[in-house]
T-cell receptor
């Protein structure tokens, strides 16, 4: 079974600064996907960024980028130029690329990020 | 932009009552899911549904739970006899093709 661990229950950052959220995972699968989802106070789950395990290049989406370390099973999210609208709970999630875990997201515990003006 | 719609946003029910949570997935999507988030805890997978049948379910999804796609647009989660511990946020998600899943805003279920 897969597990996803987010060791930072809460983080805070000043507006315009950079923050990194940590995530580690455990799996025996060789091919899989990793995601970061954002859940603002409205509770809607919004996909921020995804990474395919077979790709060595780290994914980027505007101000959001990841540091994917496959050997270390680490998948951190970096938010640059933080904005007040980035305040949310952030979930790291894993999906296997085959078998029974394909299509099933396994989530971490979440990190509450607060951006201060 | 198309989105997954869930109704109601908040459902209050008495213990032992049946509830149906409704979801309208994005129209061309083929894969449907339900997840649950108990307050303060992580989001947990309940069930996935494809081609009019359950493709995967978790240990949480016991005989009290069922899913249905009654017509071409709705996807429902039924809890037959609610318990206090069923109180949670329930999220519906859909995908056109894996791996990306799009989530609805959730239904908060309160069992009294």
């Amino acid at each position: 079974a897969q597990t996803v661990t987010q060791s930072q229950p809460e983080m805070s950052v000043q507006e315009a600064e950079t923050v990194t959220l940590s995530c580690t995972y455990d799996t025996s699968e060789s091919n899989y996907y990793l995601f970061w989802y954002k859940q603002p106070p409205s509770r809607q789950m919004i996909l921020v960024i995804r990474q395919e395990a077979y790709k060595q290049q780290n994914a980027t989406e505007n101000r959001f980028s990841v540091n994917f370390q496959k050997a270390a099973k680490s998948f951190s999210l970096k938010i640059s130029d933080s904005q007040l609208g980035d305040t949310a709970m952030y979930f790291c999630a894993f999906m296997g690329a085959g078998g029974t875990s394909y299509g099933k997201l396994t989530f971490g515990q979440g990190t509450i990020l607060t951006v201060h003006p | 932009e198309p989105e997954v719609t869930q109704t109601p946003s908040h459902q209050v029910t008495q213990m032992g009552q049946e509830v149906i949570l409704r979801c309208v997935p994005i129209s061309n999507h083929l894969y449907f899911y339900w997840y649950r988030q108990i307050l303060g805890q992580k989001v947990e997978f309940l069930v996935s549904f494809y081609n009019n049948e359950i493709s995967e379910k978790s240990e949480i999804f016991d005989d009290q739970f069922s899913v249905e796609r009654p017509d071409g647009s709705n996807f429902t989660l039924k809890i037959r006899s609610t318990k206090l511990e069923d109180s949670a946020m329930y999220f519906c998600a859909s995908s056109e093709a894996l791996p990306i899943q799009y989530f609805g805003a959730g239904t908060r279920l309160s069992v009294l």
